[in-house]
């Protein structure tokens, strides 16, 4: 028995490794200490380190004459961001997102209300594949491919012709600001795309908000005499809403920091991701930039805000 004993008890090691072993066991603080130290230096000065070097390129300005940075605070930068040209583009992208937004939640109801309620089984893995499917390709394939879906001479515009519907085309392309030349040059083509590579962000923190909504909630609206319209508005709605608002914050601010979409599908006009890319590169105004990126920040501290008021970090 004592030998037994004896030989199922390792030896006692010397070595570097084992005696970090025996430190680790004996304080597991020291060990988490250790492991959350790598990711927090990462997020401290690389990713919290570059806002805090981008907020205060924002207080700097470009001299007129030399066209170098002058490295005294000031406000003007943020002044610029008022010039008319500056403020539609603040304003333009802003109207985009929400936009954006508004239709997204449109559209990923429905389908995450089929995949939380009816979806069993094999369907419910179908649903799941069809809407990850899109996010494993590309980004920059996705938006080529819509650049010659919408362009003058592409499927659309076939499609349209094949159902005698170049009227219905033509007149949408006829709506003034939001129309342009073909879809593919103009804010609706633009918006369009947002939609379709921004959606399936919206469609899965709704379906997982929808999921946690009781089945006897339904049903007892029902009983008590709801119609299905005011079942929606009093019960469904109000409960998925988390989930709903959870997806805006994607889609939101996705749509906001955009520079690529607005670039290779719609029209001359910049967006704030454009204009950063602009001021950053072409025009070396650094300080105008910073004071451009600023603003998303600012928008979406407010809207997070508010998002978390409402418990949408709950259906995340």
Known sequence: MTDL????????GNGPLRRASDLFWRRPALLLVLMLVPPLLWLGVIYVGSLI??????FFAIDEFSGMINYEFTLATYEQLLIPSNFDIILRTL??????????????????????????GKWKAFFYIGIMLPLWSSY???????????????????????????????????LPVIGGNSLSISYIGTFIVFVYV????MILPTQAALERVPGNLIEAS?????????????????????????GSIFTFSLTLGDYIIPQIIGSSRLFIGQAVYTQQGTAGN?????????????????????AKRMGAFDAL
């Open 5 to 12: 004993s004896a030989t199922s008890i390792l030896p006692a």
């Open 95 to 120: 109207l985009m997102a929400i936009a954006v937004t508004l239709a997204s939640a449109v559209l990923a109801f429905p389908i995450a209300y089929y995949a939380a309620r009816h979806a069993k």
């Open 286 to 306: 650094v300080p105008l930039a910073a004071a451009f990126s600023v603003v998303p920040i600012v928008i979406m501290g407010i809207y997070l805000w508010i």
């Open 222 to 246: 029902a009983d008590l005499g709801a119609k299905p319209d005011q079942t929606f508005r009093h019960v469904l709605f109000p409960l998925a809403l988390p989930g709903i608002i959870a």
């Open 53 to 58: 070097a981008l907020l205060l390129q924002s």
């Open 198 to 201: 921004w959606l399936p962000y």
């Open 140 to 174: 920059l394939v996705k938006v080529y491919a819509w650049k010659l879906i919408l362009a003058k001479e592409g499927i659309l515009t076939w499609a349209f012709a094949k159902l005698h519907l170049s009227w219905l085309l033509d007149g949408v392309l006829a």
